[in-house]
């Protein structure tokens, strides 16, 4: 079992995650950790790339933060 330590860092809550559950969950600092739910409200990481089911993804998301720069100027 693994358990993580919410914390405020800098205004937003942070779980602070111990080596030993980096290693487990094979993640490194910067990293993105994916949670998907299955339905009766626990959750488990997920491995796989969000881009992969839809190759179209990717650069979606990428117009998305452009078009929002754009409509910051």
Partial sequence: MI???VEMIG???AAVLTPETLAAL?????DTLRLDSN???AFH???RKPWTDDPHARGR???RRY???LGRI
Avoid: I, M
């Fill in 3 to 5: 358990a993580l330590k």
């Fill in 11 to 13: 205004g937003q809550a």
């Fill in 26 to 30: 094979h993640l490194a600092v910067g």
């Fill in 39 to 41: 339905g009766d409200g």
């Fill in 45 to 47: 990481p997920v491995a």
């Fill in 61 to 63: 998301a990428y117009l």
């Fill in 67 to 69: 078009n929002r720069s």
